[in-house]
């Protein structure tokens, strides 16, 4: 739907059933993935007069293959950490990944592993030992090349022919990218892979472009790094945003 779509709604929805609504900028789902291997520690440890906290684990991570996910191995030998405390540090882990550590948004195509740690017979449980996973991840990723990912949409327009040089420098302007053009009884169809931050406003935009006879579909496609000339804007009004992003 256009944004003038939105607003009849929206209208309709407070003067049919007197519901307010609040109307923003769609949030993007931004991710985050590591460039390089590195090891993180994290250490918990609380002592408040009588029975304390302990719990310390080292991990290994790094680039996973595209697509792949996230994986998390236990590659602990010898007892450094109690089996019964592994799934507590595996926690922590998940956490810190869906919590992202560059921007707050979940990262992906990650890969890690439990190696070490140490125990206390009387001090150690199992928040102890997730908070320990938790601190180990995000002390790992700060030292592993973090780079933030957009996402990337295929976009297929189709128009009349007058059109196309219109329609393929506007997604060029938002810094598409054009795959390929078929001409068919005098329409062309226009695919391109487009960054879905730039798509925003696009139903108002072809329709103008085109004089209303262009229309367009759009799918997933893809996560791409994010460029650097716009990386510090988006961080910047991550950091100001405290809810959590999904």
Not at 83 to 103: F, H, N, R, S
Not at 139 to 144: G, I, R, S, V, W
Not at 183 to 209: C, D
């Amino acid at each position: 739907m256009g944004e003038l779509h939105l607003e009849i709604i929206r209208d309709r929805l407070f003067r049919e059933f007197k519901v307010e609504a609040n109307a923003g900028a769609p949030q993007i789902a931004y991710r985050e993935t590591i460039t390089k291997a590195a090891d993180g520690e994290g250490k918990f440890i609380r002592q408040s007069g009588g029975r304390g906290q302990y719990g310390h684990a080292c991990i290994k991570i790094g680039p996973n293959e595209k697509g792949k996910g996230v994986e998390i191995e236990n590659k602990i030998v010898g007892g450094a950490i109690p089996k019964e405390y592994i799934p507590a540090v595996i926690d922590g882990i998940e956490e810190a990944i869906k919590g992202g550590v560059l921007a707050g948004y979940q990262m992906i195509d990650v890969k890690a592993e439990i190696v070490d740690g140490t125990f206390h017979e009387v001090d150690s449980n199992e928040l102890a030992f997730k908070m320990a996973g938790i601190f180990a991840f995000k002390d790992a990723a700060k030292k592993a090349g973090m780079i933030l990912l957009e996402p990337i949409m295929k976009v297929e327009v189709t128009t009349p022919s007058e059109y196309q040089g219109e329609i393929v420098g506007d997604i060029s302007r938002r810094r598409g990218s054009i795959q390929n053009l078929d001409a068919k009884s005098g329409q062309v169809i226009v695919n391109s892979h487009v960054p879905l931050s730039e798509m925003f406003g696009y139903a108002t935009a072809i329709r103008s472009l085109s004089k209303g006879r262009a229309s367009y579909s759009m799918e997933p496609f893809s996560f791409e790094q994010v460029p650097t000339s716009i990386l510090n804007t988006i961080l910047d009004a991550a950091a100001k945003r405290p809810a959590a992003r999904t």
